[in-house]
């Protein structure tokens, strides 16, 4: 069982909602990812938070909004999306940024569809 | 740009085969190679390899470095049905100021084993 946790597994929203998704973790990590993956493609990397600090946005669209309220949490807030927006968010930690060369560990996803 | 290239894309065998995966990557800063397995949801972690040369194995599976060649394969011996899915390989760079660690991922090898 992976000790990352995302909710909701399942999300369906439209173009006009407001939704977020959650991201969960009590393995002491203190760098957090948010990845997105389409359909037969890898995953892609959106952002990287390193104790609770935004460290990396890959360019990511406005419409998705990060945040992370404490070492334990990281959420996604999503508004106005668009249905290419559609595709497996993955979330994953690892122990720490800097010096590392360690693995990280993924939650399921939460798979969203906008229509 | 970092650049992860795996090949072949995809793969059929049958139950009991030998398969060799290949990654090879152009990237700045390296300072890990990780395979993962993915199935239908989150990757799951298999190596993680940082040295040249060094084999890693865990069961039929096993993972090694070529940091000369920019290269790693992970071989699979005597496969079993069950070993179908993509194989990622994902490569780990940290940026020049020490500060961000980022996995960047491959487009994946789908093998299928056949009973």
């Known amino acids: 069982d992976t000790e990352v946790t995302q909710t909701p597994k399942h999300l369906v929203m439209g173009m006009t909602n407001k939704k977020s998704l959650k991201c969960e973790q009590h393995?002491?990590?203190?760098?957090m990812y948010w990845y997105k993956q389409k359909a037969k493609k890898p995953p892609e990397l959106m952002f990287v938070y390193s104790y609770e600090k935004l460290s990396i946005n890959e360019s990511v669209p406005s419409r998705f909004s990060p945040e992370c309220p404490n070492s334990s949490l990281l959420n996604l807030h999503l508004h106005a999306l668009q249905p290419e927006d559609s595709a497996l968010y993955l979330c994953?930690?690892?122990?720490?940024?800097?010096?590392?060369?360690?693995?990280?560990?993924f939650g399921e996803g939460s798979r969203l569809t906008v229509l | 740009e970092d650049k992860v290239v795996q090949s072949p894309l995809s793969l059929v065998v049958h139950e009991g085969d030998t398969v060799t995966l290949n990654c090879s990557y152009e990237?700045?800063?390296?300072?890990?190679l990780l395979w993962y397995k993915q199935e239908k949801k989150a990757p799951t972690f298999l190596f993680m390899l940082t040295s040249s040369g060094i084999e890693k194995k865990s069961g039929r599976l096993s993972s090694i470095l070529d940091k000369k060649e920019l290269s790693s394969i992970l071989n699979i011996t005597a496969t079993q049905t069950g070993d179908s899915a993509i194989y990622l390989c994902?490569?780990?760079?940290?940026?020049?100021?020490?500060?961000?660690?980022?996995?960047?991922f491959g487009k994946g090898t789908l093998l299928t084993v056949n009973p």
């Open positions: 990237v700045t800063n390296f300072r890990s």
């Open positions: 994902a490569v780990g760079t940290i940026n020049s100021g020490g500060s961000n660690y980022k996995l960047t």
């Open positions: 393995m002491g990590h203190r760098a």
């Open positions: 994953a930690s690892s122990q720490e940024l800097a010096a590392n060369t360690g693995e990280l560990f």
